[in-house]
Nanobody
């Protein structure tokens, strides 16, 4: 069974950095893309970014463009979301997802459990 386990969330000051991890079991990390979403209290789940491992194509939401990056480590079968220059509005539960493509949650078959990121102002 495919499972995604997220970690690395926590409390960080405005302007700081944080790297989230998404460890995948039951599925190669290279198949075929990895997306990240987030959900703040009282708000709907929001697309953050997605990267295709086969083409290298990457798309980020305007709110995080230039500050976030997606990468992977094949040896650990894990993907990462590097978050830099964090802002209070980045505070949310972050989710990794795979088995799809695009900006809509419904496109993805597999999801992590979420990890809390809190950016203090």
């Amino acid at each position: 069974q495919v499972q995604l386990v997220e970690s690395g969330g926590g409390l960080v000051q405005t302007g700081g950095s944080l790297r989230l991890s998404c460890a995948v079991s039951g599925r190669s990390i290279s198949r075929y893309s990895m997306a990240w979403f987030r959900q703040a209290p009282g708000k709907e789940r929001e697309f953050v970014g997605v990267k295709s491992w086969t083409t290298g194509a990457t798309y980020f939401a305007d709110a995080v463009e230039g500050r976030f990056a997606i990468s992977r480590d094949d040896a650990e079968n894990a993907a990462y979301l590097q978050m830099n220059a964090l802002k209070p509005e980045d505070t949310a539960v972050y989710y990794c997802a795979t088995g799809g493509w695009g900006i809509h949650s419904a496109n993805y078959a597999y999801w992590g459990q979420g990890t809390q990121v809190t950016v203090s102002s």
